[in-house]
């Protein structure tokens, strides 16, 4: 257990913070509900980022950038989205202050209040389909694939860091179609890029699959997501997609003319993952000395320790390693020297394995005489020597082997903690010890309802290879018109 | 002249805005003030980006993110900062939105009124002050070196796209030093590093020096900057960067623990640029066909046109280049394929000349019979045949000459329109017909001001290189404390 974090068998959700914490991921905002990203998370996400955007990239999408103010108006358009969205609505109402009366600080100034009050967008649906109609006449100008890297805010009382803040990052992709065969797919695609970086980048392993009505985007037809597993068997939503069908261009009149001639409506799709991705790192991979990486995502991915008494040491340290250096620069392997001065090495330990470094390098006069450099792994805490010769080569290896492990680990662990119920009596006992519970449900909003008033458990996912044929509702004992996952959530 | 576009000549501000609209660079929002990146002006803000932010990290700065709301008493704490921003500030005073009693629309729930206001930041200054007297102690904490790509809200009603918009995505980098030469080496090597970008990436020849007074920052010492001049002859802010002695750290208690035990308040420096320097691209290089992009900042560095009347065609014209586009690939040449069908050749032409794509390549059945392909020049215009085989080598030489090319215009351009004035009333008539004039000035505020005052001329910068010795103001004939440059500014 490393100093000053909760064991997370003793307070998962102070594990969570402690870790977030003592490895300078974030801290709190002076407003309620904020974050501020520190370096070390914000290094993080723009390697997230970075694997997304190629990937968006790759699959036709452009970035663009819209507003963040949305007027009030705008977002009764859609009467699912108002309500989706206007209980948590950060509301602007004035353009200036004034020097206060009492000479003591400033004041709203009365006469800057606006005509009309501007939302700060939750999302960004309203004002990107106010410019599609702009922007679209014919089907020659469809498909547009617009993706926006942006900041939102969605009103939080209950803050938790990076997964439940009032202002988050996201990316959110917004997509028109002439057909509704295209915007499906074009969802699908997109899930699947989710999927990908969850799962080969992140080290997550993602059930994929749609949501439940209840549970679906506010204005959307059809909601898809990736659906993960935390260390304390809770789900994460960790990306949805959405195909909204022609609501949006309904609400903002966007029409295209089709080959025919013909005057339609458009097609639609959007999809965002967040920050709230690198709560789910944590929670996945974190153990009780803090954040394990996978290699793919770590600002750091190789933490070299000169264990040295002197500056003469230190010189030849340097020398010793120049050429594995050189080699694991030249395989583009993310190298930090910890050289820093009157740190204990003890305390550098700690520190690095906090940051969830992959793998950890050792250097001094013994292992120098030895051609050797000792290692030590984050994953398995594995300790052993490398040859000098060959170290980077091995090295290069050993986070391939890494990044394979951490997703191999999540996904037995989430096999190990995923159940079948018998019934509805085991079923709840099962949901108490946590877990994802797959099952037989009967498809109507009444029988999810009580079960999660009941259990507190929700429909995470209807996965797309569910099977019902031959099953019951756990719940109701009537026919399942889909096979679910149950889950508690966050 | 492009069809659509004003020429220069006739109406320069409406040139600037048809070209911005017919090249789809941006928009307009639905808020007054807003504006909306196209996916092709966007293009152009990532490769900046990448340009500033490669030579951030080089420079040893690292990201991260603040929040994008901050509590109004923040901003009072420093006497300049909230005077300079009180009066173009967007308030947020309420959290919710409920159904309008008449049934209509949505309207702000009075019971969601927020106990304290909270301001959209206009710069981060006061909310990352906050958080740096959280995290630093000692002198081993310092220097903090950290930048934040992020969006600022400024209210503004006068929009101009690029220029003067109420939410504009910038740079904002805020460091923390132990000693006031530190951070005034810091102030320098980033403005160092902003000249850099204009200049080499940007091809924006910029005059490097302090501000004066009365146009410094709000809170700073000393505000130093790049400035440039547009193709009207006025000039344009492009960059600043701020040392801010101790004010902030005083403003919000930041003190560290210096090498002899001793309490000593922080020294800060911020510099930012910002989306307003595609404008400063636009306005540089721009002329009546439309934009011009320098090569190392372009998105699509070279078109592809295919002159075929037939699906055979368009087959042989792949074939034909394909070794010609993997050599450009693999150099790192970004290349568009045009092979769009039911649009003329005439159209395609006007379309990328707009868009300012460097260098335009043709193939036709012609071409093929020859071993040649056809170019143009965006820069010049110019037009010649190049041969297949040695087609991509001469296009990476002419890439550089292009880039080369457009900074040494401008720079001409400036040259030709900076001007020494021999007195007040030769300063008066060149003002009027625009440029910048260098000329002596005395240092006090009651000049500078009533120079602004007759001719709408500031001074935009007092020079690096700056040598008053000899002269006298330009104004009051009194000795000159310093050499400046006087000119209109955007």
């Known amino acids: 257990m490393a100093k000053g974090v909760t064991p997370k068998s003793v307070d998962y959700s102070k594990w969570y913070t402690d870790v977030i914490q003592r490895a300078e991921l974030a801290d709190y905002g002076p407003v309620k509900g904020t974050m501020v990203i520190r370096p070390y998370g914000y290094g993080i996400w723009e390697n997230m980022k970075a694997a997304f955007d190629l990937r968006f990239k790759q699959t036709g999408h452009v970035n663009a950038y819209f507003p963040l103010f949305i007027p009030k108006s705008f977002l009764s358009r859609e009467a699912q989205h108002v309500e989706g969205f206007a209980k948590e609505c950060a509301v602007v109402t004035h353009s200036r202050l004034m020097a206060s009366p009492d000479g003591r600080g400033v004041v709203v100034d009365p006469e800057s209040k606006l005509e009309e009050e501007i939302i700060v967008r939750p999302t960004s649906e309203t004002v990107i389909w106010a410019q599609y109609k702009k922007w679209i006449k014919s089907y020659r100008d469809l498909p547009l694939l617009i993706n926006q890297w942006a900041n939102v805010v969605r009103w939080e009382m209950r803050t938790r860091l990076f997964l439940r803040t009032s202002e988050f990052l996201w990316q959110e992709g917004h997509t028109a179609h002439a057909t509704e065969a295209e915007a499906r797919e074009e969802a699908r695609r997109m899930l699947e890029v989710y999927r990908e970086v969850a799962e080969d980048v992140l080290a997550i392993p993602v059930l994929t699959g749609s949501k439940s009505e209840s549970e679906r985007f506010a204005g959307a037809v059809d909601t898809l997501c990736i659906e993960a597993m935390m260390g304390d068997k809770k789900a994460l939503q960790a990306g949805t997609s959405h195909y909204l069908g022609q609501n949006f261009a309904r609400a903002f009149d966007v029409k295209f003319q089709n080959e025919k001639n013909e005057e339609e409506l458009v097609y639609a799709t959007s999809w965002g993952v967040s ?115 060959s170290a980077a080569e091995k090295i290069v290896e050993l986070l391939t082997e890494i990044q394979e492990n951490l997703y191999r680990q999540a996904r037995q662990f989430r096999e190990a903690n995923t159940f079948r119920a018998k019934d509805y009596g085991e079923f709840k006992e099962l949901i108490e010890s946590g877990g994802f519970i797959k099952c037989g449900w009967d498809g109507t909003p009444e029988t999810e309802a009580a079960i999660k008033e009941e259990t507190k458990a929700t429909i995470r996912l209807i996965p797309f290879d569910s099977d019902p044929a031959g099953k019951v509702c756990i719940y109701s004992g009537r026919p399942a018109k889909y096979e679910v996952i149950f889950a508690r959530a966050y």
Chains 1, 2 share one sequence.
């Open 275 to 389: 920050t709230r991705l690198v709560g789910a790192v944590i929670m996945t991979h974190g153990d009780d000395k803090g954040l394990r990486l996978p290699p793919r995502l770590a600002p750091i991915q190789v933490v070299i320790l000169p264990i040295i008494r002197s500056d003469e040491d230190d010189a030849q340290v340097k020398a010793y390693l120049k050429t594995t250096l050189e080699k694991l620069e030249s395989a583009g392997v993310r190298v930090h020297l910890d050289d820093r001065k009157k740190i204990s090495a003890g305390f550098k330990f700690n520190e690095w394995e906090m940051k969830g470094v992959p793998l950890r390098m050792e250097v001094g006069p013994r292992d120098m005489a030895n051609q050797k450099v000792f290692m030590a792994r984050r994953d398995t805490g594995e300790k052993f020597a490398l040859e000098i010769d």
